[in-house]
């Protein structure tokens, strides 16, 4: 199986190394295909730089580690080669204004997870993850004993089953919080299964189980 990496910024660069650490192929890609090659380079044979076309085109999933916005650009291009893909989202509804104050860019009922789902070709396989932690605490947070949680959000076995392969990978253990309808729950700001709702802090499956048994959406 081989992974594409669109975007190669906080997000993209982490879970490209971290995929490579677990021995799966990735193929990266980025708006100045430079900065994929840089990452490439430093990554090693299981890595390669593409265009986002070419990347998309060759692999089996598609993790758009990009901002919402160009997800949806990228989408609306790409919409013929995403068919059939497992295509992963770790986007949140978040913008910066210029004092670097986060706001949410959707209104509080609608997920990032549910726009992204609605643009995508009906034969994709979309799942919302990797977006649940903080690049800082995803880059810090794999291999741990017990292996911290990341949650994912789909409503398609075919996506499930790559997503829990390549959390795996990363260092992490898959945890389903639900379908595309509860993609929120996991998303920045306001999901109680994001790493925010649990002031931060990592959680392990046990952990994990309990907060999704218990807690309410609050998105
Ligand atoms: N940062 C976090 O802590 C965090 C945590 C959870 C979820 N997320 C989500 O993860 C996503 C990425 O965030 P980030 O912080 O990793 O962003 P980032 O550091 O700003 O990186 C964005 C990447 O997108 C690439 N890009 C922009 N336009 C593109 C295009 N048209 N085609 C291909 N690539 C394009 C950029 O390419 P260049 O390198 O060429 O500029 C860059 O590599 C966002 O949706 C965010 O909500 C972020």
Redesign the pocket.
């Known amino acids: 199986m081989t992974t594409a990496i ?7 660069s982490t879970l490209a190394r971290q995929l490579v650490g677990g021995g799966e192929p990735v193929i990266v ?4 295909e430079a ?1 994929a090659e840089t990452l490439a380079n430093e990554l090693g044979p299981l890595a390669r730089a593409a265009s ?1 076309e070419e990347a998309i085109a060759s692999a089996d999933a598609v993790v758009l ?4 916005d ?2 949806k ?2 989408i609306a291009k790409h919409a013929s080669l995403l068919a059939r893909k497992v295509v992963v989202d ?3 509804p ?1 913008g910066f204004d210029a004092g670097g104050q986060m706001s949410r860019t959707l209104p509080a009922d609608q997920s990032a997870g549910s726009v992204v789902a609605a643009l995508l070709p009906a034969s994709a396989h979309y799942v919302k993850a990797l ?6 605490t ?1 880059a810090s947070g794999a291999n741990r004993e017990p292996r911290a949680v990341l949650f994912y959000a789909t409503d398609d076995e075919t996506a499930a089953a790559t997503i829990e392969r390549l959390i795996r990978a990363a260092g992490f253990e898959p945890l389903k919080a639900g379908g595309v309808a509860d993609a929120g729950r996991i998303e ?1 700001p306001g999901g109680d299964l994001h790493q925010f709702g649990f002031n931060g802090e990592l959680v392990d499956l046990d952990q994990a189980r309990a907060a999704l048994a218990a807690r309410k959406v609050t998105a």
């Open positions: 669109i975007g190669v910024g906080n997000i993209g890609a980025a708006k100045d900065h986002v580690a990009v901002w919402l160009t997800t650009e990228l770790p986007s949140n978040v977006g649940t932690l903080s690049a800082p995803l920045a």
